[in-house]
């Protein structure tokens, strides 16, 4: 996958051991949770922050920073565990194909921002407009330059 951008910026990087705590300890952060999955090549189990979609009775986990080392890992490994306001499921995990990625981002995600409170709404579409402007207004090229997986329970 081809992608302008492979990690995070310097301050979600900084900010993700804090994140990662809050997280931890059970605080309800809106649609972020902590992703566990098995490195590909070391095996040893990493933790990353990541948002949710969750749409119409289906969930999503969008690489928002393109082809970084979790989207990697779970590629590979095809399943984690997913703690989100304090539940910890184990999941399996689908990439979606370029098609489907692109329908992701025409339909689901607008769909997804849509359904927020106002806040969330507001803070959505400030994050994903300095975070990558395609992700709401160019499907085809976000489908492109960020994974999307969808989680189910197995």
Do not use: C
């Not at 922050?49 to 970084?68: F, H, Q, T």
């Amino acid at each position: 996958m081809t992608t302008s951008r492979n990690h995070a910026p310097a301050l979600v990087r900084w900010s993700n051991p804090l994140t990662g705590g809050l997280l931890r300890i059970g605080l309800s952060m809106g649609p972020n949770g902590l992703l566990t999955v098995r490195g590909r090549k070391s095996g040893v189990l990493r933790t990353a922050p990541v948002a949710v979609v969750s749409y119409e009775g289906r969930r999503y986990l969008i690489g928002a920073y393109g082809d970084v080392q979790w989207t990697r890992n779970l590629r590979a490994a095809g399943e984690a565990e997913f703690r989100l306001h304090g539940r910890t499921e184990h999941v399996t995990a689908r990439e979606l194909d370029r098609t489907a990625a692109t329908a992701f981002f025409r339909d689901t995600l607008p769909g997804f921002v849509s359904r927020l409170p106002w806040f969330g709404r507001l803070f959505a579409a400030v994050f994903l407009r300095l975070v990558g402007p395609e992700l709401l207004s160019d499907p085809e090229r976000a489908a492109v330059t960020r994974p999307v997986f969808e989680i189910s329970q197995p």
